[in-house]
């Protein structure tokens, strides 16, 4: 799959969205995808629920090894119990001595390198085949961010 199908498989399948892709700057060629249905939460207060990234952050987040000809890593920030049942330790615990991970490895669903405490789970370019199982992931990363939405919104009575 390529990142295009996978931003059409997003739109299509969910409501309430906010796009970025920024052209230049720091997140420049990357694709930041938002549940804010009325656009109305100040950017600087809200967090993508699934990211696209095309390049390493230096030092920061370059496990990935992004600057590769035609790598692009997929985030997706799910719920804690579905980290946990992914790779059988919560977000922010140490992982398992056992659980390596290669990640500049491509088609594996594996922790995010930097952003696994948060509960992101990552897949570098993601196969059909791999995307199919990454499906059920992204269904929960919005449901969780629509909630988190709707737990901000007053409440009228």
């Given at each position: 799959m390529d990142q295009d199908a996978?931003?059409?498989?997003?739109?299509?399948?969910f409501t309430g969205l906010d796009i970025l892709r920024p052209t230049d700057g720091p997140g420049g060629g990357d694709t930041f995808i938002y549940?804010?249905?009325?656009?109305?939460?100040?950017?600087?207060r809200?967090?993508?629920?699934a990211t696209i990234v095309t390049k390493d952050y230096g030092d920061f987040d370059n496990t990935s090894q992004l600057n590769r000809p035609d790598v692009f890593r997929l985030?997706?920030?799910?719920?804690?119990?579905?980290?946990?049942?992914?790779?059988?330790?919560a977000p922010g615990e140490e992982a398992p001595a056992s659980a390596t991970y290669d990640f500049a490895a491509l088609d594996r669903v594996m922790p995010h390198p930097v952003y696994a405490p948060q509960s992101f789970?990552?897949?570098?370019?993601?196969?059909?085949?791999?995307?199919e199982a990454v499906k059920p992931l992204l269904a929960d990363a919005y449901a969780k961010a629509a909630a988190q939405h709707a737990s901000r919104q007053p409440h009228h009575d």
């Open positions: 996978i931003l059409q498989y997003i739109t299509d399948t549940y804010d249905p009325e656009r109305n939460i100040d950017p600087s809200r967090l993508p629920f985030n997706i920030g799910v719920s804690r119990d579905t980290f946990r049942t992914l790779f059988g330790y789970v990552c897949v570098l370019n993601p196969s059909l085949a791999t995307f």
